[in-house]
């Protein structure tokens, strides 16, 4: 059964930090691409970060600058996604997807799997 379990959203204010974690199940995680999405309330979803299956290849979004790292573990069936600087701007609903073979992407159509999203809310 796939799973994909979100976790570390909340509220923090500008120039915050956050680590978000996405667990996958290792039947579907482990030799796969994954990535993060996230949707802002109003607006298209938006790519943020992919890492591929080993954890040596990551590309990022446009609007990230810098600012946020992915990486994985995984012996632990992991990945993170390491934010720092926040601004208002990145509040939102943020997703982790598994992609359909070993490297992420930022086309959400490569992706197979969802989780069901965690809320980061940055205050100004």
């Known amino acids: 059964q796939v799973q994909l379990v979100e976790s570390g959203g909340g509220l923090v204010e500008t120039g915050d930090s956050l680590r978000l974690s996405c667990a996958t199940s290792?039947?579907?995680?482990?030799?796969?691409?994954v990535g993060w999405f996230r949707r802002a309330p109003g607006k298209e979803r938006e790519f943020v970060a992919a890492?591929?299956?080993?954890?040596?290849?990551?590309i990022y979004g446009d609007s990230i600058q810098g600012r946020f790292t992915i990486s994985r573990d995984s012996a632990k069936n992991t990945v993170y996604l390491q934010m720092n600087d926040l601004k208002p701007e990145d509040t939102a609903v943020y997703y982790c997807?598994?992609?359909?073979?070993?490297?992420?992407?930022?086309?959400?159509?490569?992706?197979?799997?969802w989780g069901q999203g965690t809320q980061v809310t940055v205050s100004s």
């Open positions: 890492i591929n299956w080993r954890g040596d290849s990551t």
């Open positions: 997807a598994v992609a359909r073979g070993a490297y992420g992407s930022a086309t959400p159509s490569q992706y197979a799997y």
């Open positions: 290792k039947r579907t995680g482990s030799n796969n691409g």
